[in-house]
């Protein structure tokens, strides 16, 4: 994107051209400029990997319902990965660095024993199912890397270059559970399902390894109770439910809370450089959520219908936080911090309007809303991240909230941009003038589908949608910047201020953004996606069945964002890959 078209890709004899008359510091050096078709076909990023993967078990029947079972289950995973940037590519050319490459290896081995005792009896009206258990996850990563500089343009051995510090880590981590599980119905029409587990994890501070996360359901199956038998016709299911329960998260490195350095050398010497801080309370995020439900069947269940709505509070939330001014480290550290409340509604609806033998038409929909509140900051009110600074945690305000200037257009005088002074006094500054200008958080979710079949011939169509959610589009931001002498930018600033085109949209040509975000690089990035459209066709022979099908995916994005995909799962585009548009082709048979 920001290498100027004007500048050809080839030589006339068809090598590649590394001459860019318009860089002249970033990545040229000597008259030679990278060029980046030849970096994507001549660096060289490999990845080899084996894996094994084994499941033994045994089960024993102690008595009439009682019983045993041991599953030990082991996953290993060797990986070995090869880098080489030549000296002519963005990563190896400063003469300093002359061709980079490394070499690294990582092992990892998961293993986990399981120890079941399981019980299921019923006894006349009433039915019990009941589980028990232990079980144990070990899991242990051990890598080594190594790096070289000045290979020039050809690898064949890292000892052909000046060799860099060796990087090489042991990590281990374990997971113990206790669990329990009871399933209890009466005449199959009142049902009870409880839960506990207890959860050792080595991830957290001594004082903090165990979480307890216990769960209780309910359900009412109305429809089988006697006075709704004359509706039997009309409404032959009805199920009420209601659950709630604790999940734990444990989803963070091995040793984060532990104090850890960097090892690299100078001076020909070890030297060492903090990277985690010691924090002696890093404990389990923690999930409670209370939900109820509703499961309905209409028509002799032509259309069903699942509905729930629910409320889940997530406490001591594990995220990466710049370190606090004076801390001995720079790097983001892992932290419990703050609590957050999801509030919403699911509703699923599938009807079946045609149902005969040679014609069958089903349609699908369902919708979905959350209402994503900080509750908590612990000892911060608020808390900014990202590179500019650009979203902001805060109480009241939902995770992923951009903040910055309120984009209010061009100044017609001098091409300025204006921005909202909010604060009220004569200038514009980034301490009284930010505000919320949009989250990533979709004011609701939804999806519709349909599958026909007549007689031989098959087609299902699935869409996916996003509403209201938005994203800091930073590649426009980077592309709509002040030009600079080496770099393409965006054709948006064609249409920049000047005095004789007075623009509103785009300040003059070589105004400088200020630091923090603002307004217009937060679009609006709702979407509706064909995310699926199948066809297929069967063959019907005396002794098999063929079928024939085509599948395309990703076939067309309805969306106003200017990026190049709207999904973009953290709301912020530095130019995420977009979804592939794939077609595939193929054939089943059936004896």
Same mark, same amino acid.
């Given at each position: 994107?920001?290498?100027?078209?004007?500048?050809?890709?080839?030589?006339?004899?068809?090598?590649?051209?590394?001459?860019?008359?318009?860089?002249?510091?970033?990545?040229?050096?000597?008259?030679?400029?990278?060029?980046?078709?030849?970096?994507?076909?001549?660096?060289?990023?490999?990845?080899?990997?084996?894996?094994?993967?084994?499941?033994?078990?045994?089960?024993?029947?102690?008595?009439?319902?009682?019983?045993?079972?041991?599953?030990?289950?082991?996953?290993?995973?060797?990986?070995?990965?090869?880098?080489?940037?030549?000296?002519?590519?963005?990563?190896?050319?400063?003469?300093?660095?002359?061709?980079?490459?490394?070499?690294?290896?990582?092992?990892?081995?998961?293993?986990?024993? $399981? #120890?079941? !005792?399981?019980? &299921? +009896?019923?006894?006349?009206?009433?039915?019990?199912?009941? =589980? *028990?258990?232990?079980?144990?996850?070990?899991?242990?990563?051990?890598?080594?890397?190594?790096?070289?500089?000045?290979?020039?343009?050809?690898?064949?051995?890292?000892?052909?270059?000046?060799?860099?510090?060796?990087?090489?880590?042991?990590?281990?981590?374990?997971?113990?559970?206790?669990?329990?599980?009871?399933?209890?119905?009466?005449?199959?029409?009142?049902?009870?399902?409880?839960?506990?587990?207890?959860?050792?994890?080595?991830?957290?501070?001594?004082?903090?390894?165990?979480?307890?996360?216990?769960?209780?359901?309910?359900?009412?199956?109305?429809?089988? $109770? #006697?006075? !709704?038998?004359? &509706? +039997?016709?009309?409404?032959?299911?009805?199920?009420?439910? =209601? *659950?709630?329960?604790?999940?734990?998260?444990?989803?963070?490195?091995?040793?984060?809370?532990?104090?850890?350095?960097?090892?690299?050398?100078?001076?020909?010497?070890?030297?060492?450089?903090?990277?985690?801080?010691?924090?002696?309370?890093?404990?389990?995020?923690?999930?409670?959520?209370?939900?109820?439900?509703?499961?309905?069947?209409?028509?002799?269940?032509?259309?069903?219908?699942?509905?729930?709505?629910?409320?889940?509070?997530?406490?001591?939330?594990?995220?990466?936080?710049?370190?606090?001014?004076?801390?001995?480290?720079?790097?983001?550290?892992?932290?419990?911090?703050?609590?957050?409340?999801?509030?919403?509604?699911?509703?699923?609806?599938?009807?079946?309007?045609?149902?005969?033998?040679?014609?069958?038409?089903?349609?699908?929909?369902?919708?979905?809303?959350?209402?994503?509140?900080?509750?908590?900051?612990?000892?911060?009110?608020?808390?900014?991240?990202?590179?500019?600074?650009?979203?902001?945690?805060?109480?009241?305000?939902?995770?992923?909230?951009?903040?910055?200037?309120?984009?209010?257009?061009?100044?017609?005088?001098?091409?300025?941009?204006?921005?909202?002074?909010?604060?009220?006094?004569?200038?514009?500054?980034?301490?009284?003038?930010?505000?919320?200008?949009?989250?990533?958080?979709?004011?609701?979710?939804?999806?519709?589908?349909?599958?026909?079949?007549?007689?031989?011939?098959?087609?299902?169509?699935?869409?996916?949608?996003?509403?209201?959610?938005?994203?800091?589009?930073?590649?426009?931001?980077?592309?709509?910047?002040?030009?600079?002498?080496?770099?393409?930018?965006?054709?948006?600033?064609?249409?920049?201020?000047?005095?004789?085109?007075?623009?509103?949209?785009?300040?003059?040509?070589?105004?400088?953004?200020?630091?923090?975000?603002?307004?217009?690089?937060?679009?609006?990035?709702?979407?509706?996606?064909?995310?699926?459209?199948?066809?297929?066709?069967?063959?019907?022979?005396?002794?098999?069945?063929?079928?024939?099908?085509?599948?395309?995916?990703?076939?067309?994005?309805?969306?106003?964002?200017?990026?190049?995909?709207?999904?973009?799962?953290?709301?912020?585009?530095?130019?995420?890959?977009?979804?592939?548009?794939?077609?595939?082709?193929?054939?089943?048979?059936?004896?």
């Amino acid at each position: 994107l920001y290498m100027p078209p004007v500048v050809p890709i080839y030589k006339d004899d068809g090598s590649y051209n590394y001459y860019n008359p318009y860089e002249n510091a970033y990545l040229a050096y000597y008259g030679r400029a990278a060029n980046p078709v030849s970096d994507l076909q001549n660096s060289i990023g490999q990845t080899a990997a084996i894996s094994l993967l084994g499941n033994f078990y045994a089960r024993y029947t102690i008595l009439d319902g009682l019983t045993a079972k041991i599953n030990a289950v082991t996953d290993v995973n060797q990986i070995t990965q090869t880098f080489f940037a030549p000296n002519y590519t963005a990563l190896g050319i400063k003469d300093e660095i002359n061709g980079a490459a490394a070499i690294g290896n990582r092992r990892t081995d998961i293993t986990q024993t $399981e #120890y079941l !005792l399981s019980y &299921a +009896k019923s006894f006349g009206k009433h039915s019990i199912d009941a =589980l *028990t258990g232990y079980t144990y996850q070990s899991t242990t990563t051990k890598f080594v890397v190594a790096k070289a500089i000045l290979l020039g343009e050809k690898f064949e051995d890292l000892a052909e270059g000046k060799e860099l510090p060796s990087v090489s880590r042991n990590k281990e981590g374990y997971l113990h559970s206790l669990l329990g599980r009871i399933n209890y119905s009466f005449l199959e029409r009142y049902n009870l399902t409880a839960t506990y587990r207890a959860d050792k994890s080595s991830r957290f501070s001594e004082g903090y390894k165990w979480g307890y996360f216990p769960s209780i359901g309910l359900s009412w199956n109305v429809s089988d $109770e #006697y006075f !709704l038998k004359p &509706a +039997k016709a009309i409404l032959p299911l009805l199920k009420l439910r =209601l *659950t709630y329960g604790e999940a734990g998260n444990q989803e963070i490195d091995f040793v984060e809370y532990e104090e850890r350095f960097n090892i690299s050398r100078y001076g020909g010497q070890p030297s060492y450089a903090l990277e985690t801080t010691t924090k002696t309370d890093l404990k389990w995020e923690t999930t409670t959520e209370y939900n109820a439900g509703i499961d309905a069947g209409l028509f002799d269940n032509r259309i069903t219908l699942t509905a729930d709505i629910y409320t889940k509070n997530t406490r001591d939330l594990l995220l990466k936080t710049p370190p606090p001014l004076g801390s001995p480290t720079e790097k983001m550290q892992t932290v419990n911090i703050g609590n957050v409340e999801n509030r919403g509604f699911e509703l699923a609806l599938t009807a079946y309007p045609i149902d005969r033998k040679n014609l069958q038409l089903t349609v699908s929909a369902n919708i979905a809303r959350n209402v994503n509140t900080i509750t908590s900051m612990g000892k911060d009110d608020q808390l900014t991240i990202g590179e500019d600074q650009e979203q902001i945690l805060s109480v009241g305000q939902s995770v992923g909230s951009f903040y910055g200037y309120v984009f209010e257009g061009v100044n017609p005088d001098n091409g300025d941009a204006k921005f909202a002074n909010l604060g009220g006094d004569s200038g514009i500054d980034p301490e009284h003038d930010r505000t919320i200008i949009g989250s990533i958080q979709p004011d609701f979710t939804y999806g519709f589908s349909s599958s026909f079949t007549y007689r031989n011939l098959d087609v299902y169509l699935g869409f996916q949608g996003s509403q209201g959610n938005e994203v800091y589009n930073l590649l426009r931001r980077f592309l709509e910047g002040k030009p600079n002498d080496a770099y393409n930018m965006s054709a948006a600033l064609l249409n920049a201020w000047t005095p004789e085109n007075p623009s509103a949209t785009i300040p003059r040509i070589d105004y400088v953004h200020p630091t923090p975000s603002d307004s217009r690089f937060v679009e609006d990035a709702s979407f509706l996606r064909l995310k699926n459209l199948t066809a297929g066709y069967k063959f019907r022979f005396s002794n098999f069945k063929l079928r024939i099908f085509v599948t395309a995916q990703n076939l067309l994005t309805l969306t106003k964002y200017k990026g190049y995909d709207p999904e973009i799962a953290s709301g912020i585009d530095l130019g995420t890959y977009p979804m592939s548009r794939t077609f595939s082709f193929g054939a089943s048979i059936g004896f």
